[in-house]
C-alpha cells in the first residue's frame, strides 16, 4: 500500500538507526508496504526523515505523501507503522502525535552530489 523513505545518510547520534529500519520493517510486514531508504531527501538536517506515500487509492482520494522529521524513537516508528498498516495517507488518520513530526519539505530538495551518482539511468 503506503511506502516509507527513511534518509539514512543525517544520523542522529546515539539512535540505533539500522535497528530501527529493522524494527519499522517488521512492523509494516510484507504485504503491507515497501520501505525504501535513500541517500538524501534533502532535508537531512531533520533527521531522521520518513515520507509516508499515499497509496494509489490514497491518491485517488486525493492524498499527497506526508514528511515527517526527527523519527528516531521507537514511539514514532510504531505510529507510522500503525498508520500506515491502516491504509496510511487519504485512508486512514494518522495518530494525532504524528502532526507534531510533520513538515513542509524545501520546494527543491537538492540531493548530495554523491547521491546524484548512485541514481540509475533514466531511460531515453
Not at 6 to 12: I, S
Request: charged share 25%; aromatic share 4%.
Amino acid at each position: 500500500m503506503c511506502r516509507g523513505c527513511c534518509c539514512g545518510t543525517a544520523k542522529v547520534p546515539g539512535v540505533d538507526h539500522d535497528g530501527q529500519l529493522r524494527g519499522l520493517a517488521a512492523a509494516l510486514g510484507a504485504d503491507t508496504a515497501r520501505l525504501r531508504v535513500s541517500d538524501c531527501l534533502g532535508p537531512c538536517a531533520y533527521g531522521n526523515v520518513v515520507v509516508v506515500q499515499p497509496s494509489r487509492r490514497g491518491r485517488a482520494q486525493g492524498a499527497r505523501p506526508v514528511w515527517l522529521a526527527a523519527v528516531n524513537d521507537d514511539d514514532a516508528a510504531d505510529d507510522i507503522a500503525a498508520w500506515t498498516r491502516a491504509g496510511g495517507p487519504g485512508i486512514a488518520e494518522a495518530p494525532p502525535v504524528l502532526s507534531l513530526y510533520e513538515f513542509t519539505p524545501p520546494r527543491r530538495a537538492r540531493p548530495r552530489p554523491d547521491a546524484v551518482a548512485e541514481r540509475p539511468a533514466r531511460r531515453p
